[in-house]
Each structure stands twice: as structure tokens, then as C-alpha cells.
């Protein structure tokens, strides 16, 4: 294989393969190989950890000899930014790959292509077309509330999922819950109804990637295919296919609270501060903040043993007859930091029952988040 | 067929086989009889392992002719009187199947001699014919002699096992008689380590019997709780063993096995211990004789306790008690690993002195027979092969209606306060510099006891913060399981779970404790009705905690977790309150310490 090509490409073809390389040791080394296969002009880049399989594929590429090898990614993906020639000229000769430059010469071992598994990139049925940069805001909005911890296995990952003609993305962990839904064309053609439970660090994945290929091109759309095992994302230049979790994901629907007695709005930035300031008086083993409402004001207290309690109010706007309620505060702080507005909406009804956080609630974009209060104190 | 009634020989040597498995349990039958005649000293000999001859010599109060002439008859004893006798039996033997048993089944002879008998008497069984008495040769005191065990029954001694087999199991039965009664020196012929003497202190024949080693790492047992007073030592975790078999349990100085005792002990190291490891413990329960049942089993090494469940929890209080007063050992430990065997030996630390003088009245050195008085109100009766009339009896077995701890507890140093820099290795171990040297600690390990702890400290207190669940889990249980359960919804609630009937099979999961990083209803579900099916039913909320936090405590920082200097210097802050620092719930160690006098010898700094 012996190719011409040029180096910020190569290096931009490389980066959104990467997340897909296995960082540990894995039964398989053909896995912390990136795959690379020159022909027609094109170079073809393939990574995966069986779970995640990425591919990425550059045009314009001089093919003086096709073919194709495995090469070590870390180092690979090293090299290529660490060289600073604005071309590149790549040979794989048998096991070993040559990079000559002007600052030097590189020579580094490879590995048989033979040894790389046929990645599986395909397509079946209607996909759902959706904006790229949509697709990617909806999933991280949410999936930071998804359960970290393996034994609760069904909500390890994020349910995409069309509800008439809108996409919705939700995450739950059991104590809260992430939910944002918005208008998408491409629903219009898919059954209601249709919906797949994605492993939250694969979609991660996929949205650095697609984040990464289609920066400077807000319009660029994905399409995405769901069979029983497997969802692909196709790109225009690159196609992510990831495994599906089964499992059966909670009934969302009916845990978000409708209709609350009573209506806060609060500033974003003095609501984020406020609750910063007395989770410094909380620990470990009580992760709790007070909330009270009266009138126009809410408190906002906490208390640690042995460390210190803490007390602070800011103004809101209210209806209804208030009340307390407590939360986990890393749960309100992990909301205010994807929000992009100034206000936020809170309702709930009594300390024990679920709050509501509204960050939009428009024709166009609804976004919420459910947080379960915390009793006993 | 034709339904007969068994001849007598027939129907002895039946018996026999109930009584007289092999020769360790003709041993343990006559030592108990020699303990139970008053004997200061008991020597044993063995050929073929005891399978061809099995001689025990007391200096007990012996026999006169009428009493020996009984001695081999069955169900003749001088333990009991009427059926009221067998509610409060103390005396280690009292059936009066053993002699009679041992005499059906070989060659048995009893040569015998009162203190104030001018000389001693004779009688000979072989093969369940008894001889006459006849005047004898002898000191004060008992000899019994047993030949050819099972010669009479072919299908037995077919299964004997080899001579050094069964002088195996002789000796575990001298080494348990040795340790319930420090009172009397025994010996074994050919065995150096069974030449013990009279008077001995517990800790003394522990590390006769089983090494120095393992004696310096012995914390004493010494607690009362409802008229139960449990004593003896609990080895250090250090000196875990990967089976049962070093787990020396006496009741009223008597040798008993015991499912719920054993697992009591394990409850009491869980914290302490790796799965897969068990703890050394020499434990002495001292009670009523009413309120246990000894008469379950022909070998008596099985009991029944009228309040099984109180009798747990007292044990296993007692060794926690114990087990909170571990010195430092973790240095030396270190030191093993670090500098090899020469320098581990210099690196042991200070034997454990200071043992309280353990409760000798009722573990030690008086007799059986005293006890048997005092269940009798004061009625002494001569057992054979004894003449001395009974010892004051203890009142340590007199119930006591304080409930608590007579051990002043001596705090392992915790190696959290005195840190003055750190480093962190591979993100999962803290390097510390300490006041003496240096310590290794496991931030996961370390940060799962300080979340234990603060859960505990909150249970303790009524104040558990619970996480309601956004859907509840919903789990379906066995119909027994969810009964349990649901019965303690109530102290479940107050740790911080809350559990509903759901209908059906089912429950449902409603809320969690908040502290938990990473809940999982089903595992702390199915942790507790584990611990239910074994009728371990905790009482206390904070025992509930305990329980279940100690299974599912996964909100710690993970190994790789990166910390930041704010974040370790927390840490460590909180762990220089913690009442345990040195293991995880788990049993893990968090930290490995080192003393700068190691240091030393290693890099030759010191000779």
C-alpha cells in the first residue's frame, strides 16, 4: 500500500476513531489497531471495540498502490500530529509502514489485515433522518442522568425513541430523570412507536464523532437504522454502528408529574449559585440541600455532621402555596449546566413527591428533568 | 419375615456404635470421665493410634469396689439422679453409655484406688463380659485401659483409618480438653507438644498447642450480656485460615459444634475478613446448664440453646468487643512482605501482654463436678473414678441483668492523624508520610469504610436521608422470603430502605438511602432475605444498615478514579475519625503501613 495524502485529513479522519479503540487490554489486539484500506481514491478508516465500530472515509486521496494493513492507533494517531508536512506520503510494505518527512524519517511495525474482523455497517430498513447538531444537543442534554452502575442494566444507556412527529431522547438513573423531545422531519416517515436503548458511553462516542466530522456544516443530517441487535449511524462520510441493550426501559411516561400545585421560576445564574453554596455544607453520606418556599423567596439550607450547616435565599417568581422539598444538589447542578436559558421552570407538588425542572417547553423543543426528593431528614 | 427381639450383646453392640466411633471417641469419653473426677492430671498413651491400645491415667478421686462394679453396666452413672437432673447438666459426661459401650466392644480394664483406700480394685469387660472386682496395685486416682477396639466386630474396625489417622483425631480431642480446662496438665506419650501443665493460663496453652505465633496475635474475649458470660481470645484477621477447622467452641467448658455459633463468629469478622477466609477463635460460653440442652446427641458435641438467637448475638458482640481492641499489626504484616522472613520476625511487634485472667471458675481449673453441684444446689454426686467433693462453684454463672462489655477497650491507632504529605500512585494508592515512616493506602477501600461508617453514624442517629425512586423496582420474591421481608419493612425504613407489598410475589423498591452513589435494590434485597433464610434476623435498624451496606456499599471511588488534592485531603481528613480505619466492610485492608525502623533495616541504615 503506498498513498499520498494530505496530513490534517488524515489526522481529522483519525480523531473521531479513536473513542472506539479500546483503552484497556482486550481478547482481541486486532482491536487497538486502527484498520486502513486504500482503493479508489478513498482511504477507509475503521476502529472498534465490538461494542462501537466507527468508520471514517477521505476522499481525494492519491492511490499510488491500493491496499490495506492494520496499524497500531495510539501511535498512529501520535504520529500523525506530531509530523508537521502538510502532505503525507504513507508505505506499508509487508509489517512495516514508512513515513518519510522533511524533519525525519518514521518507520513503524504493522500488523496483518487479515487479523481485522468484518465490521458489520449495515442498513436495513427506513431510517430516521435528523439534524446532526439536534441529534447531538437531545443526547447530551440527557444522557448524563442515565445509571452508571452495571446491575441495572436497562438503564445503562439512553431510549431514543419518535413519538409522533417528534424525536425524543430520555435518560433515567431511578432517581431522575432527562427527557427532551423536538419537531424532526425525518419522523414524519417512521412509525410511532419506534424506539432503541443505546449504552451511554457508545452514544457519547458517536456524538464527539459526529460532532467532530460536522463541525462548520449546520445542516448536515444523519440517518439512523435500528435492527433487533444493532443501530447504525450513517454520515456522509462516516458511518458509527453500535450494539442495542435489551432490556426493558422504565415507564417514563407516567413518573413525569403533570399539572403541580405549585409554579417557581427562578434566575438560572443565582439558582445555580445558591445551590453551590450549600452543597459546600454536605458530604458524602448526606447529599442533601433543603428547599423552601414562601412568598416570593426560596431558602435554600443544608447541614452535615461534623462539618458545618449552611443558609441561603434568593428571590423567585411563585404560584401556588409553596412548601419544602430536598434534593441531591449534584442532580440540580448537572440540569443548570446543560441548560442554555436564563430561567428555569420548577413545579412540585409536596417533599414527597417528584420536582419538575421545565427548561423549555415550546411547540418547537420540550426539556425536562424529574428529580425524586430525598425524605427522612 | 419374622419380627425378633435383639439379644442384649446384640443390642449393647448396636449402642456401642452410637457412643464408640473410633478411638478418639473412647479418649474423649474417658478424659471427660477423668475431668469430671476431679483429676489435676491426665496422661494418655497410644499404640496404633489407640486402635490396639488406649491407656488414660488420672489422678482423680477414683472408684470404691460397689461404684466399680457398675462401672461397665449401661446406663449406670453417678452424674445423674432422676429425669430433673438432665435439665441442668453440667458434668461433662452423664448417660452412662461410654464405659459400657467401650466394654462391648474390646478389651477393657479400670484399675482404681480411693485416697483413703488402702489399695486399688480391678474389673475387666471383654467383649460385654464383666469380671468381678478384684483388690489391686494402683495409685490414688483411675486407670483405664482399653485393647483391641472392635476385635468383636469385624465391619468396624474395617473402617478404622491408618495409626497416625486416628492419633490425629486423638490428639484434637486432648488439645480441646487441654484448652477448656488449663486447670489440669495433660500429657501425651510421644508428643513433645502435648506435655502440658497444671495451672496454665489460656494464652499459654494456646501457644504451647498451636504457637507462639499465632498467641501473640490472641485478643481476649471477655464480655457479659444476659446472664451470659462469653470469654476466651479471637485471633487477630491476621491469623484467618482458609477452612473452619481452628474454631475451639466450649460451652460450660464441654467441646460443641454449633451452625449459628460459627456463624456468629463470621458475622462478628465479616468486616475483617476476605470471603473465603475464617477466623481462629478459642470462645468459652459460660450459662445457666437450664438454658442449654446438651443431651441431643450420644457424642454430646452437638447443644441445643433455649434462646438461640440472644445466645448469637451475645457471641457475636463479644468478639466484636474484642476485635476493637487490635493493636497495630498492620506494620509488621507490611514488614513480611517488604523485608522477608529474617526481618519479619524482628518486625513483630510486642506480644500482646496483659490478657485479663479469664474466668477460671467456669473455663479453667475447677472441676466438672462443682458445676454439677451447683445445678443441684449444692448436691454433690461422686462420679466414678472421683472422690474429691466439688470445688465453690463460680458465680460468674449467676445471670447479671447489666448488659455490657467488662473489657476496657485499648483503640488501634488510627494511621489517618498524624499524615504530613502524600502522593498517589496509578490512581488507585495514596502514599502517605506519617509521623513513623510511611503508609500505602487503597483510596477505594478507604473511601468505602469512611461511607460505611457516616451511613452507620446516620442510622444510629434516626437520620437516614432517603433517595425515592423515580419507577420503583419491583421484585418478586419466594412466598416465605416476602413474608420475612415485609416483616421488617419498619426497621427497613428507618436504614433507609423502603419496601411495599406489591401484590402477588411481588415488592417493590421505593426508596434507598441517599449516601448510595450507585443503589441497586436487588442486590440489597436479595442481600437481606439471604440473611433471613439463615434466621439471622437483624433487630436494630443500624443492623439492618450494616447488613445490607456491607454487601452493597458501592459508592465509593473507584480504583482509577482520579482525585484531586482537595478531594484526597478529605478523605483523609474523614478517615482520621473513623472508628475502624483499617479494613473496608468488606474485610479489606485499607492501608499498609511501614516504620521508619523498617526503613532502616532494610537499606542496613540500622545492624
Same mark, same amino acid.
Given at each position: 500500500?503506498?498513498?499520498?495524502?494530505d496530513?490534517?485529513?488524515?489526522?481529522?479522519?483519525?480523531?473521531?476513531?479513536?473513542p472506539?479503540?479500546?483503552?484497556?487490554?482486550?481478547?482481541?489486539?486486532?482491536?487497538?489497531?486502527?484498520?486502513?484500506?486504500?482503493?479508489?481514491?478513498?482511504?477507509?478508516?475503521?476502529?472498534?471495540?465490538?461494542?462501537?465500530?466507527?468508520?471514517?472515509?477521505i476522499?481525494?486521496?492519491?492511490?499510488?498502490?491500493?491496499?490495506?494493513?492494520?496499524?497500531?492507533?495510539?501511535?498512529?494517531?501520535?504520529?500523525?500530529?506530531?509530523?508537521?508536512?502538510?502532505?503525507?506520503?504513507?508505505?506499508?510494505?509487508?509489517?512495516?509502514?514508512?513515513?518519510?518527512?522533511?524533519?525525519?524519517?518514521?518507520?513503524?511495525?504493522?500488523?496483518?489485515?487479515?487479523?481485522?474482523?468484518?465490521?458489520?455497517?449495515?442498513?436495513?430498513?427506513?431510517?430516521?433522518?435528523?439534524?446532526?447538531?439536534?441529534?447531538?444537543?437531545?443526547?447530551?442534554?440527557?444522557?448524563?442522568?442515565?445509571?452508571k452502575?452495571?446491575?441495572?442494566?436497562?438503564t445503562?444507556?439512553?431510549?431514543?425513541?419518535?413519538?409522533?412527529?417528534?424525536?425524543?431522547?430520555?435518560?433515567?438513573?431511578?432517581?431522575?430523570?432527562?427527557?427532551?423531545?423536538?419537531?424532526?422531519?425525518?419522523?414524519?416517515d417512521?412509525?410511532?412507536?419506534?424506539?432503541?436503548?443505546?449504552p451511554?458511553?457508545? %452514544?457519547? &462516542?458517536? !456524538? @464527539?464523532?459526529? #460532532?467532530?466530522? +460536522?463541525?462548520?456544516?449546520?445542516n *448536515?443530517?444523519?440517518?439512523? /437504522?435500528?435492527?433487533?441487535?444493532?443501530?447504525?449511524?450513517?454520515l456522509?462520510?462516516?458511518?458509527?454502528a453500535?450494539?442495542?441493550?435489551?432490556?426493558?426501559?422504565?415507564?417514563?411516561?407516567?413518573?413525569?408529574?403533570?399539572?403541580?400545585?405549585s409554579?417557581?421560576?427562578?434566575?438560572?445564574?443565582? %439558582?445555580? &449559585?445558591? !445551590? @453551590?453554596?450549600? #452543597?459546600?455544607? +454536605?458530604?458524602?453520606?448526606?447529599? *442533601?440541600?433543603?428547599?423552601? /418556599?414562601?412568598?416570593?423567596?426560596?431558602?435554600?439550607?443544608?447541614?452535615?455532621?461534623?462539618?458545618?450547616?449552611?443558609?441561603?435565599?434568593?428571590?423567585?417568581?411563585?404560584?401556588?402555596?409553596?412548601?419544602?422539598?430536598?434534593?441531591?444538589?449534584?442532580?440540580?447542578?448537572?440540569?443548570?449546566?446543560?441548560?442554555?436559558?436564563?430561567?428555569?421552570?420548577?413545579?412540585?407538588?409536596?417533599?414527597?413527591?417528584?420536582?419538575?425542572?421545565?427548561?423549555?417547553?415550546?411547540?418547537?423543543?420540550?426539556?425536562?428533568?424529574v428529580?425524586?426528593?430525598?425524605?427522612?431528614? | 419375615?419374622?419380627?425378633?427381639?435383639?439379644?442384649?450383646?446384640?443390642?449393647?453392640?448396636?449402642?456401642?456404635?452410637?457412643?464408640?466411633?473410633?478411638?478418639?471417641?473412647?479418649?474423649?469419653?474417658?478424659?471427660?470421665?477423668?475431668?469430671?473426677?476431679?483429676?489435676?492430671?491426665?496422661a494418655?498413651?497410644?499404640?496404633?493410634?489407640?486402635?490396639?491400645?488406649?491407656?488414660?491415667?488420672?489422678?482423680?478421686?477414683?472408684?470404691?469396689?460397689?461404684?466399680?462394679?457398675l462401672?461397665?453396666?449401661q446406663?449406670?452413672?453417678?452424674?445423674?439422679?432422676?429425669?430433673?437432673?438432665?435439665?441442668?447438666?453440667?458434668?461433662?459426661?452423664?448417660?452412662?453409655?461410654?464405659?459400657?459401650?467401650?466394654?462391648?466392644?474390646?478389651?477393657?480394664?479400670?484399675?482404681?484406688?480411693?485416697?483413703?483406700s488402702?489399695?486399688?480394685?480391678?474389673?475387666?469387660?471383654?467383649?460385654?463380659?464383666?469380671?468381678?472386682?478384684?483388690?489391686?496395685?494402683?495409685?490414688?486416682?483411675?486407670?483405664?485401659?482399653?485393647?483391641?477396639?472392635?476385635?468383636?466386630?469385624?465391619?468396624?474396625?474395617?473402617f478404622?483409618?491408618?495409626?497416625?489417622?486416628?492419633?490425629?483425631?486423638?490428639?484434637?480431642?486432648?488439645?480441646?480438653?487441654?484448652?477448656?480446662?488449663?486447670?489440669?496438665?495433660?500429657?501425651?506419650?510421644?508428643?513433645?507438644?502435648?506435655?502440658?501443665?497444671?495451672?496454665?493460663?489460656?494464652?499459654?496453652?494456646?501457644?504451647?498447642?498451636?504457637?507462639?505465633?499465632?498467641?501473640?496475635?490472641?485478643?481476649?474475649?471477655?464480655?457479659?450480656?444476659?446472664g451470659?458470660?462469653?470469654?476466651?481470645?479471637?485471633?487477630?484477621?491476621?491469623?484467618?485460615?482458609?477452612?473452619?477447622?481452628?474454631?475451639?467452641?466450649?460451652?460450660?467448658?464441654?467441646?460443641?459444634?454449633?451452625?449459628s455459633?460459627?456463624?456468629?463468629?463470621?458475622?462478628?469478622?465479616?468486616?475483617?475478613?476476605?470471603?473465603g477466609?475464617?477466623?481462629?477463635?478459642?470462645?468459652?460460653?459460660?450459662?445457666?446448664?437450664a438454658?442449654?440442652?446438651?443431651?441431643?446427641?450420644?457424642?454430646?458435641?452437638?447443644?441445643?440453646?433455649?434462646?438461640?438467637?440472644?445466645?448469637?448475638?451475645?457471641?457475636?458482640?463479644?468478639?466484636l468487643?474484642?476485635?476493637?481492641?487490635?493493636?497495630?499489626?498492620?506494620?509488621?504484616?507490611?514488614?513480611?512482605?517488604?523485608?522477608?522472613?529474617?526481618?519479619?520476625?524482628?518486625?513483630?511487634?510486642?506480644?500482646?501482654?496483659?490478657?485479663?485472667?479469664?474466668?477460671?471458675?467456669?473455663?479453667?481449673?475447677?472441676?466438672?463436678?462443682?458445676?454439677?453441684?451447683?445445678?443441684?444446689?449444692?448436691?454433690?454426686?461422686?462420679?466414678?473414678?472421683?472422690?474429691?467433693?466439688?470445688?465453690?462453684?463460680?458465680?460468674?454463672l449467676?445471670?447479671?441483668?447489666?448488659?455490657?462489655?467488662?473489657?476496657?477497650?485499648?483503640?488501634?491507632?488510627?494511621?489517618?492523624?498524624?499524615?504530613?504529605?502524600?502522593?498517589?500512585?496509578?490512581?488507585?494508592?495514596?502514599?502517605?508520610?506519617t509521623?513513623?515512616?510511611?503508609?500505602?493506602?487503597d483510596?477505594?477501600?478507604?473511601?468505602?469504610?469512611?461511607i460505611?461508617?457516616?451511613?452507620?453514624?446516620q442510622?444510629?442517629?434516626?437520620?437516614?436521608?432517603?433517595?425515592?425512586?423515580?419507577?420503583?423496582?419491583?421484585?418478586?420474591?419466594?412466598?416465605?422470603?416476602?413474608?420475612?421481608?415485609?416483616?421488617?419493612?419498619?426497621?427497613?425504613?428507618?436504614?433507609?430502605?423502603?419496601?411495599?407489598?406489591?401484590?402477588?410475589?411481588?415488592?417493590?423498591?421505593?426508596?434507598?438511602?441517599?449516601a448510595?452513589?450507585?443503589?441497586?435494590?436487588?442486590?440489597?434485597?436479595?442481600?437481606?432475605?439471604?440473611?433471613?433464610?439463615?434466621?439471622?434476623?437483624?433487630?436494630?435498624?443500624?443492623?439492618?444498615?450494616?447488613?445490607?451496606?456491607?454487601?452493597?456499599?458501592?459508592?465509593?471511588?473507584?480504583?482509577?478514579?482520579?482525585?484531586?488534592?482537595?478531594?484526597?485531603?478529605?478523605l483523609?481528613?474523614a478517615?482520621?475519625?473513623?472508628?475502624?480505619?483499617?479494613?473496608?466492610?468488606?474485610?479489606?485492608?485499607?492501608?499498609?503501613?511501614?516504620?521508619?525502623?523498617?526503613?532502616?533495616?532494610y537499606?542496613?541504615?540500622?545492624?
Open positions: 500500500m503506498k498513498i499520498l495524502c496530513r490534517s485529513r488524515l489526522a481529522a479522519g483519525l480523531a473521531p476513531i479513536m472506539a479503540i479500546p483503552v484497556k487490554e482486550t481478547a482481541k489486539p486486532a482491536m487497538k489497531f486502527v484498520h486502513i484500506e486504500a482503493k479508489d481514491d478513498k482511504l477507509v478508516l475503521q476502529g472498534s471495540n465490538m461494542e462501537l465500530s466507527i468508520e471514517v472515509t476522499d481525494s486521496v492519491k492511490i499510488e498502490e491500493p491496499g490495506r494493513a492494520l496499524l497500531p492507533a495510539k501511535t498512529f494517531f501520535a504520529l500523525i500530529n506530531e509530523v508537521t508536512d502538510p502532505t503525507l506520503r504513507i508505505e506499508v510494505v509487508g509489517n512495516r509502514l514508512t513515513l518519510p518527512t522533511s524533519s525525519g524519517k518514521f518507520e513503524m511495525v504493522t500488523s496483518s489485515a487479515e487479523d481485522y474482523p468484518d465490521l458489520s455497517f449495515v442498513a436495513d430498513g427506513k431510517g430516521l433522518e435528523i439534524a446532526c447538531e439536534r441529534f447531538a444537543q437531545q443526547v447530551s442534554a440527557t444522557e448524563f442522568a442515565c445509571a452502575e452495571a446491575a441495572r442494566y436497562a445503562n444507556g439512553v431510549l431514543l425513541s419518535v413519538i409522533d412527529d417528534r424525536f425524543a431522547t430520555v435518560a433515567t438513573d431511578g432517581r431522575r430523570l432527562a427527557f427532551m423531545s423536538a419537531k424532526c422531519e425525518g419522523a414524519a417512521i412509525e410511532s412507536g419506534w424506539q432503541v436503548l443505546l451511554h458511553k457508545s %452514544l457519547q &462516542a458517536t !456524538v @464527539r464523532a459526529i #460532532t467532530a466530522l +460536522t463541525s462548520g456544516q449546520p *448536515a443530517t444523519l440517518t439512523i /437504522f435500528v435492527t433487533a441487535n444493532m443501530a447504525l449511524f450513517v456522509p462520510q462516516a458511518r458509527v453500535m450494539t442495542v441493550i435489551q432490556g426493558v426501559f422504565p415507564d417514563y411516561l407516567s413518573a413525569i408529574p403533570r399539572g403541580c400545585k409554579y417557581i421560576e427562578f434566575n438560572k445564574a443565582l %439558582l445555580e &449559585a445558591n !445551590v @453551590r453554596r450549600t #452543597t459546600v455544607m +454536605t458530604d458524602d453520606s448526606n447529599p *442533601a440541600v433543603r428547599l423552601v /418556599f414562601e412568598g416570593s423567596q426560596a431558602r435554600f439550607s443544608s447541614e452535615a455532621a461534623g462539618l458545618g450547616a449552611a443558609e441561603t435565599a434568593m428571590d423567585v417568581t411563585m404560584q401556588g402555596p409553596g412548601g419544602t422539598i430536598v434534593f441531591n444538589p449534584a442532580f440540580i447542578l448537572e440540569i443548570l449546566k446543560v441548560s442554555k436559558e436564563d430561567l428555569v421552570h420548577f413545579e412540585f407538588d409536596d417533599e414527597n413527591s417528584p420536582g419538575k425542572f421545565v427548561l423549555s417547553a415550546d411547540e418547537e423543543l420540550e426539556q425536562l428533568y428529580i425524586m426528593p430525598i425524605t427522612g431528614l | 419375615m419374622v419380627i425378633r427381639v435383639l439379644a442384649p450383646a446384640v443390642v449393647s453392640k448396636i449402642a456401642a456404635g452410637e457412643v464408640v466411633e473410633r478411638p478418639f471417641s473412647v479418649l474423649k469419653e474417658l478424659v471427660e470421665n477423668s475431668l469430671d473426677a476431679g483429676s489435676t492430671r491426665i494418655v498413651e497410644l499404640e496404633e493410634g489407640g486402635k490396639s491400645l488406649l491407656r488414660v491415667r488420672d489422678d482423680g478421686k477414683g472408684m470404691g469396689p460397689d461404684d466399680l462394679a462401672a461397665f453396666v446406663h449406670a452413672t453417678s452424674k445423674l439422679v432422676d429425669v430433673d437432673d438432665l435439665d441442668a447438666i453440667v458434668s461433662l459426661g452423664f448417660r452412662g453409655e461410654a464405659l459400657a459401650s467401650i466394654g462391648s466392644v474390646a478389651r477393657a480394664r479400670i484399675v482404681t484406688r480411693e485416697a483413703e488402702a489399695s486399688a480394685f480391678e474389673v475387666r469387660a471383654d467383649a460385654g463380659v464383666i469380671s468381678a472386682v478384684k483388690p489391686a496395685a494402683g495409685p490414688v486416682g483411675t486407670l483405664v485401659e482399653v485393647r483391641d477396639l472392635f476385635y468383636n466386630v469385624p465391619a468396624r474396625r474395617r478404622l483409618r491408618t495409626a497416625s489417622a486416628e492419633r490425629a483425631r486423638c490428639l484434637d480431642v486432648l488439645t480441646r480438653a487441654a484448652l477448656a480446662h488449663c486447670g489440669t496438665a495433660f500429657c501425651l506419650e510421644g508428643a513433645r507438644g502435648m506435655d502440658l501443665h497444671a495451672g496454665e493460663a489460656l494464652e499459654e496453652r494456646v501457644a504451647k498447642l498451636f504457637g507462639k505465633e499465632l498467641a501473640q496475635k490472641a485478643l481476649p474475649i471477655d464480655y457479659e450480656q444476659a451470659m458470660r462469653v470469654g476466651g481470645l479471637a485471633i487477630d484477621p491476621d491469623g484467618a485460615r482458609r477452612d473452619r477447622s481452628q474454631q475451639y467452641l466450649f460451652v460450660n467448658g464441654r467441646p460443641f459444634q454449633d451452625a455459633i460459627t456463624h456468629a463468629l463470621r458475622e462478628a469478622y465479616r468486616e475483617y475478613l476476605m470471603p477466609k475464617f477466623p481462629v477463635v478459642f470462645l468459652f460460653l459460660g450459662i445457666d446448664p438454658r442449654v440442652d446438651v443431651n441431643v446427641h450420644p457424642t454430646k458435641s452437638e447443644l441445643r440453646f433455649v434462646e438461640a438467637r440472644l445466645v448469637f448475638s451475645v457471641v457475636r458482640r463479644a468478639v468487643a474484642a476485635l476493637q481492641t487490635r493493636t497495630q499489626r498492620v506494620g509488621a504484616r507490611g514488614a513480611a512482605q517488604f523485608d522477608g522472613a529474617r526481618s519479619a520476625a524482628a518486625a513483630v511487634p510486642e506480644p500482646v501482654t496483659g490478657f485479663p485472667d479469664l474466668p477460671r471458675g467456669l473455663f479453667g481449673d475447677d472441676g466438672a463436678a462443682s458445676r454439677v453441684a451447683e445445678a443441684r444446689g449444692g448436691h454433690v454426686v461422686p462420679a466414678p473414678g472421683s472422690g474429691a467433693p466439688a470445688p465453690e462453684v463460680s458465680a460468674r449467676q445471670p447479671t441483668a447489666a448488659s455490657q462489655p467488662v473489657t476496657e477497650l485499648r483503640r488501634e491507632p488510627n494511621p489517618f492523624r498524624a499524615v504530613r504529605h502524600f502522593l498517589v500512585i496509578h490512581d488507585l494508592y495514596i502514599l502517605l508520610e509521623e513513623d515512616g510511611f503508609s500505602v493506602v483510596q477505594h477501600a478507604l473511601h468505602e469504610r469512611v460505611y461508617e457516616k451511613l452507620l453514624a442510622s444510629r442517629s434516626g437520620t437516614v436521608a432517603v433517595q425515592r425512586l423515580l419507577v420503583p423496582e419491583v421484585l418478586d420474591l419466594a412466598p416465605a422470603d416476602k413474608e420475612a421481608l415485609l416483616e421488617h419493612a419498619a426497621a427497613l425504613e428507618t436504614a433507609g430502605v423502603l419496601v411495599r407489598d406489591f401484590g402477588g410475589a411481588s415488592i417493590k423498591v421505593e426508596g434507598m438511602p441517599a448510595l452513589r450507585r443503589p441497586d435494590p436487588k442486590a440489597l434485597v436479595d442481600g437481606l432475605v439471604a440473611e433471613l433464610r439463615l434466621g439471622e434476623v437483624p433487630r436494630e435498624p443500624h443492623e439492618v444498615l450494616e447488613r445490607l451496606h456491607s454487601r452493597a456499599c458501592r459508592s465509593a471511588i473507584m480504583a482509577g478514579d482520579r482525585l484531586t488534592e482537595v478531594e484526597i485531603l478529605a483523609l481528613e478517615a482520621s475519625k473513623l472508628e475502624h480505619p483499617h479494613n473496608c466492610p468488606h474485610g479489606r485492608p485499607t492501608v499498609l503501613s511501614y516504620s521508619s525502623a523498617q526503613l532502616e533495616r537499606f542496613k541504615r540500622r545492624v
